[in-house]
């Protein structure tokens, strides 16, 4: 017997989903919680919206996540997706062994002092602006730098160019050939590992070096592996915490009230961490989990999840279901409990949760004191959304001073 007909979403919520995708989702989670998307000549693509749903299936086995189990599908730049990410037990066991000592809390304590200077250093430079971009100017510079930190980047790489390039292979960039785009990327990514080789860029104790020397000493990651986790690691380490940033702050623009919180003479103990975790659940930097395909059957609400299809996990869904969180779509940065599923579940955890947590706890106060009262220099509506696969971020937040 077939599956039974399910109703279309609106239009009107589907043209909107980049800008505003949280319409849409409450619509899937009452209407269609397995919801198909079938294209002519692209894999069925099951649309996972409830928050019991997304979490159960984040530790299910019978997802894989292998992107070469789907004939046609493209993951990512060419030759840059044998990492973490796209990879099963034992491959991910192996690979997530050797990235994880580097973003172990107690080490990423450590760079509390050097987070708080580079932020306090980039808004002095903002001191007597009128007109801000907050990513441009704050949350791009500032998270990429911290990445830098951890990989052991070069200060002369750490520049917009670089994070262009980055982003451009995520997200379509008017003017820039995919091809060149890839071409630049695999130039970057060479020099900086010939740099842990040679000495040039010397490693120390930097996360790259150690990759480096893992995989010359021991065999333990191959040149494929390598150039991927590099390219893993400085684009999600980047791109999140810059739209927790970004996404966070225009949800305190559009709360006042709860930005009043964070800006008190004397907030309230603990505050400020969950605030970050109330923003990542109330505008999730990475709007559907990665890449997830069935290994075989799986049947779910009354319909089959034929072996092969994609199986996208909706975290920016799972995070507004009102089954889940009372009052979802109302910001509470005193909310707690909080389990939200901005950084997953289970074996794919984000690596670098601990990273964005002291990014954010530390960044957002300051940023919300130092610029002072300040509004939208567009409307809301006008503000630029990267159309990326996975992540949800603005490309640009302007603001001015009042």
């Not at 990410?85 to 062994?97: E, F, G, I, K, M």
């Not at 609400?301 to 779509?329: K, M």
């Not at 992540?391 to 937040?397: E, F, I, Q, V, Y």
């Amino acid at each position: 017997m077939s599956s039974p007909a399910l109703p279309s979403p609106p239009p009107a919520l589907l043209a909107a989903r980049v800008r505003d995708p949280y319409p849409y989702f409450a619509w899937l989670r009452r209407n269609a919680p397995l919801h198909a998307d079938r294209r002519p000549g692209r894999p069925t693509v099951w649309q996972v919206s409830r928050y019991a749903d997304v979490r159960a299936l984040l530790t299910d086995n019978r997802l894989s996540k292998d992107p070469g189990r789907v004939s046609g599908y493209v993951a990512g730049p060419a030759g840059l997706n044998r990492h973490l990410v796209h990879a099963d037990p034992p491959d991910h066991t192996r690979l997530r062994t050797l990235v994880n000592t580097a973003f172990i809390p107690r080490r990423i304590a450590q760079l509390e002092p050097f987070i708080a200077e580079t932020a306090g250093r980039l808004l002095d430079r903002l001191d007597h602006h009128t007109h801000v971009d907050v990513i441009a100017d704050f949350a791009a510079p500032l998270t990429f730098r911290m990445i830098c930190a951890v990989l052991g980047i070069p200060p002369e790489l750490d520049h917009p160019e670089t994070r262009d390039t980055l982003m451009a292979t995520i997200a379509p960039t008017p003017g820039r050939d995919p091809a060149r785009v890839d071409e630049a990327l695999h130039a970057l990514l060479d020099t900086l590992i010939s740099g842990k080789r040679t000495g040039s860029a010397p490693g120390g104790t930097d996360l790259l070096g150690a990759l480096v020397r893992a995989g010359d000493r021991s065999g333990a990651m191959s040149e494929e592996e390598l150039r991927s986790t590099a390219y893993l690691l400085l684009l999600v380490g980047h791109d999140t915490t810059m739209n927790l940033i970004g996404n966070g702050t225009l949800a305190l623009l559009h709360h006042p009230d709860q930005a009043a919180l964070l800006t008190a003479p004397d907030p309230a103990p603990h505050l400020a961490a969950t605030a970050v975790e109330e923003l990542l659940r109330y505008d999730s930097p990475v709007r559907d989990a990665t890449f997830r395909c069935a290994a075989e059957t799986i049947t779910l609400h009354g319909r089959t999840i034929e072996r092969g299809d994609i199986v996208s996990l909706l975290i920016g869904s799972a995070n507004r279901d009102e089954a889940a969180f009372a009052d979802a779509d109302r910001l509470d940065l005193t909310r707690t409990p909080n389990d939200h599923l901005a950084f997953g579940y289970g074996p794919h955890f984000c690596i670098g949760a601990a990273l964005a947590r002291l990014e954010g706890t530390l960044a957002l106060p300051l940023l919300l004191r130092r610029l002072g009262p300040v509004a939208l220099a567009k409307p809301a509506d006008e503000l630029p959304w990267r159309p990326a696969r996975v992540m949800r971020g603005l490309a640009a937040l302007p603001v001015v001073r009042l």
